[in-house]
């Protein structure tokens, strides 16, 4: 099975994320896209992210009615900080026959050499760099000078269209009043309404 994992807070999940997965699972031939919101991500400790069941349960209306696309929730059942590394390690182990494909957005390449035991990430998965639109294509010198060939080898750029979307903005938004209509799944948008999440008052 050629797995895909995108891993993310997803707070809230938004179309950019769903036009990622689609093109990485086409251009990559992959059976499946596993969406996989962070408990407690190690990069995002400056602010408090929405309760887990919400942002979960979002994901759910988003990836209804695509069986290509699943939710796992590896690592919101941990209390503790949740690192890409063990994850994979965990999906390796109750499946060796998975061939995993890390998804990741090409700007976190710059960083990744910093996440924890990032060879070892490269020993379980593929990475696969999302390039948006007409960016310069990343550069994997740095990766090689740092982590060597065998690391870089395991990194392929793909690219996927421009679409200028981010959570951070669209809680900007809602915060301003103003609409995220076309932004989020339409069911995705009713949820966020429905609990009133991202409102000045939460």
């Given amino acids: 099975m050629r797995l895909g994992i995108l891993g993310g807070s997803f707070d809230p999940v938004h179309l950019g994320h769903l036009v990622m997965a689609d093109v990485c699972r086409e251009q990559l031939k992959l059976d499946e896209v596993w969406f996989v919101p962070a408990g407690h991500p190690p990069h995002k400790t400056d602010r408090e ?3 887990a069941k919400n942002r979960s349960e979002m994901l759910e209306f988003a990836l ?3 069986p290509e696309f699943q939710i796992s929730n590896l690592e919101l059942k941990k209390d503790s900080t949740s690192f890409t590394v063990e994850t994979l390690e965990q999906l390796a182990t109750e499946d060796p026959d998975r061939e995993l494909f890390l998804i990741i957005g090409a700007d976190s390449l710059h960083d990744f050499p910093t996440w924890k035991e990032p ?5 379980l998965a593929k990475i696969v760099a999302v390039n948006r639109g007409r960016q310069d294509p990343p550069a994997l010198e740095e990766i090689e000078e740092k982590l060597g060939p065998e690391v870089a080898d395991r990194i392929r750029v793909i690219e996927m269209p421009g679409i200028d979307v981010s959570s951070t903005d669209i809680r900007h938004r809602i915060r301003s009043g103003h609409s995220i209509r076309f932004l989020v799944p339409k069911a995705v948008e009713a949820y966020i309404n429905e609990h009133g999440l991202y409102s000045p008052s939460v």
Avoid: H, N, S
Wanted: charged residues 20%.
């Fill in 64 to 66: 209804a009615g695509i």
């Fill in 49 to 51: 992210l929405a309760p």
């Fill in 119 to 123: 060879a070892r990430i490269a020993e």
